[in-house]
């Protein structure tokens, strides 16, 4: 029924479709992955052979972060000194936020402390934020296979401030792949947000154990 309601576009009912499924006691991580992230899977499928177009594909998009409101809270860590600081961004020309937010509720849900810059952010602003706010990790999001170059941007930026010590990289979005992570020398590649949970918890460790 989730899933139906996103690509239906049912906004006004997947609030409720969600509070029941977590009422009847569904993991929220699996209302995540097995009912919002596929059917925005089928979105962009049906998007790909043009069943359908952007407007439908931002009303879907819409009716998944209403869904994803209602699983946050549950995903929200509580207390505790915080594991880390984790700041995220969507790089320069990309608009697509919804993996990046998943990716920031599962690591504030693991205990990082999150600041998110939000969608289209330059190398520049980028590289002024992280120098203002120091923070252990920097997440970039890309989902275009034309905004991936920006990640490059922005770690050529860190090469020649020599930030690279204070403040590891980590790169994600559903075009990047290890592959890439390894061309730019990013600090790290998550496949989805649970792994991207276990390679900050392992970025950190490093760092303390060096
Ligand atoms: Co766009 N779009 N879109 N879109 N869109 C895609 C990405 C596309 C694959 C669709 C398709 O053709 N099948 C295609 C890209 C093709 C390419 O580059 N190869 C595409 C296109 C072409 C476009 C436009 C150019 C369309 C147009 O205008 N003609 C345009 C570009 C706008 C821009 O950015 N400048 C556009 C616009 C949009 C909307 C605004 C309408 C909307 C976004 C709304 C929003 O995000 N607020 C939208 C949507 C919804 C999609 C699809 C359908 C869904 C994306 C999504 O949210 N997926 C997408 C098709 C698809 O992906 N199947 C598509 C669910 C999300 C949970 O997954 O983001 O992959 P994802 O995140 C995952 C992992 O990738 C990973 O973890 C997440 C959770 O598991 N992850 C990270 C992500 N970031 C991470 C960071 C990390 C670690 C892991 O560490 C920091």
């Known amino acids: ?5 996103v690509v239906k576009y049912e906004k006004d009912r997947i609030g409720e479709m969600v509070e029941s499924a977590l ?3 569904m993991d929220p991580e699996r209302i995540i992955n097995e009912s919002l992230i596929k059917a925005m899977d089928m979105v962009g499928k049906d998007f790909s052979a043009n069943r359908i177009f ?3 594909m931002l009303m879907a998009a819409t009716t998944m972060k209403e869904g994803l409101n209602k699983v946050k809270p549950l995903l929200q860590a509580s207390g505790g000194k915080a594991k880390g600081t984790v700041m995220l961004a969507t790089v320069q020309g990309d608009l697509h936020d919804i993996g990046k937010n998943i990716v920031g509720m599962m690591l504030e849900g693991g205990g990082f402390e999150i600041i998110d810059l939000g969608i289209n952010i330059s190398s520049d602003d980028i590289l002024a934020k ?3 706010q120091k923070p252990d990790i920097l997440g970039l999001s890309a989902l275009l296979t034309t905004t991936m170059p920006q990640m490059k941007k922005v770690i050529d ?7 690279r010590d204070q403040t590891k990289v980590i790169i994600g979005g559903a075009p990047v792949s290890q592959k890439f992570a390894d061309q730019i020398d990013a600090d790290g590649y998550a496949k989805d947000a649970a792994t991207a949970v276990d390679l900050c918890k392992e970025l950190i460790e490093q760092s303390i154990s060096s």
């Open 1 to 5: 029924q989730i899933v139906q309601a």
């Open 130 to 132: 992280v120098k203002e």
């Open 157 to 163: 930026l860190f090469d020649n401030e020599n930030l």
């Open 54 to 56: 952007v407007p439908e």
């Open 23 to 25: 009422e009847a006691g």
